[in-house]
């Protein structure tokens, strides 16, 4: 089974900038789409980004023109770009398969967006 780790979150004002990262440690590569989703205070897990083996992207509608999401293969690892953060942006953000995220969660990592 493949293990996820997120990092990169932490405190940022609003209007900063951060980038998230994605692993899967032991892995030699994880050979499909994959995601990611972020659960604010109070919400559901959504969906955030996706970004395809071949490097295709496609982002949801509302962060769009503010993330940028890629990976690179050779070291296992996915990257979150998010610009201009708003504090509707807080939450903890994870990585998963994507549109079916079937593999086991990681513990996410904390985006805090201060207005």
């Known amino acids: 089974q493949v293990q996820l780790v997120e990092s990169g979150g932490r405190l940022v004002q609003a209007g900063g900038s951060l980038r998230l990262a994605c692993t899967a440690p032991?892995?030699?590569?994880?050979?499909?789409?994959m995601g990611w989703y972020r659960q604010p205070p109070g919400f559901f897990r959504e969906w955030v980004a996706s970004?395809?083996?071949?490097?295709?992207?496609d982002v949801a509608d509302s962060v769009r023109g503010r993330v940028n999401v890629s990976r690179d293969n050779a070291k296992n690892t996915m990257f979150l770009e998010i610009q201009n953060l708003e504090p509707e942006d807080t939450g903890l953000y994870y990585c998963?398969?994507?549109?079916?995220?079937?593999?086991?969660w990681g513990q996410g990592t904390q985006v805090t967006v201060s207005s």
């Open positions: 998963n398969s994507h549109p079916v995220p079937f593999f086991i």
């Open positions: 032991g892995r030699n590569s994880v050979n499909y789409t």
């Open positions: 970004v395809t083996f071949a490097g295709d992207s």
